[in-house]
């Protein structure tokens, strides 16, 4: 007959990995009701919700999720163990610094990608779709700036990574280019041939950021990289 003691050392325990994963959970769970909350709060905001797009609705969530995993990154690179296995699901030990450091670039990274996708969603709900040339002209050298900055941060993180995560980012790139390209093409044939409505350069871009933040997740999580 088994004993208590025997029950409880049969119990399963989660590993490394899955306790890492837990961590974040609760931590995005956390970051979105608050976010949640706060909009929840905002007067008239059925109104301005039905006014956009379904690109801006999915632009708005993308947004939502890179700013999101951007200030997880952040408060994870400040403890040193949360940090080591956010580099590395595996490690035993606390993060050095530069495992800290890259983890902080690829939080500004992240952040920067949901700034430059908020803004202009965030414009034209400002303005009824109405931008005024002066704010929209400022809003573009913001954003033209935002995106040098983020190339500078990929950059960085292409230098400071190994083989493996070198290897993740060139399959992504490639498994993203290819399949998109021959879906761009089929929609523009069948575009020309009347058959589908016509997309504009804000959808297929924000239908692009979608397709890559999954291809990303999947990729990393086939390597053991998440």
Request: with cysteine; proline share 4%.
């Amino acid at each position: 007959m088994s004993t208590g003691d025997d029950i409880m050392t049969a119990t399963p325990k989660l590993s490394r990995t899955n306790r890492t994963r837990l961590i974040l959970m609760a931590a995005g769970l956390v970051v979105g009701g608050v976010l949640g909350a706060v909009i929840a709060r905002v007067e008239h905001l059925d109104a301005l919700v039905q006014s956009l797009a379904w690109s801006d609705h999915l632009a708005a969530f993308l947004a939502f999720c890179f700013l999101s995993l951007a200030l997880i990154m952040t408060i994870a690179s400040f403890s040193p163990k949360l940090a080591a296995r956010m580099v590395d699901p595996e490690a035993t030990g606390p993060a050095k610094p530069a495992q800290a450091s890259f983890l902080r670039i690829q939080a500004a990274v992240l952040a920067l990608a949901g700034v430059m996708m908020a803004v202009p969603v965030i414009a034209f709900v400002a303005y009824r779709g109405q931008t005024p040339v002066v704010m929209g002209s400022v809003a573009m050298m913001g954003i033209v700036a935002a995106l040098l900055a983020q190339t500078a941060g990929n950059l960085a993180l292409w230098r400071q990574s190994d083989e493996l995560l070198r290897k993740s980012m060139a399959e992504t790139g490639s498994i993203c280019f290819w399949i998109l390209q021959g879906l761009l093409f089929l929609w523009a044939a069948a575009e020309k041939l009347s058959l589908v409505p016509a997309l504009s350069s804000w959808d297929m871009m924000t239908l692009l950021m979608a397709f890559y933040l999954v291809v990303s997740s999947l990729v990393a999580m086939r390597r053991g990289l998440a």
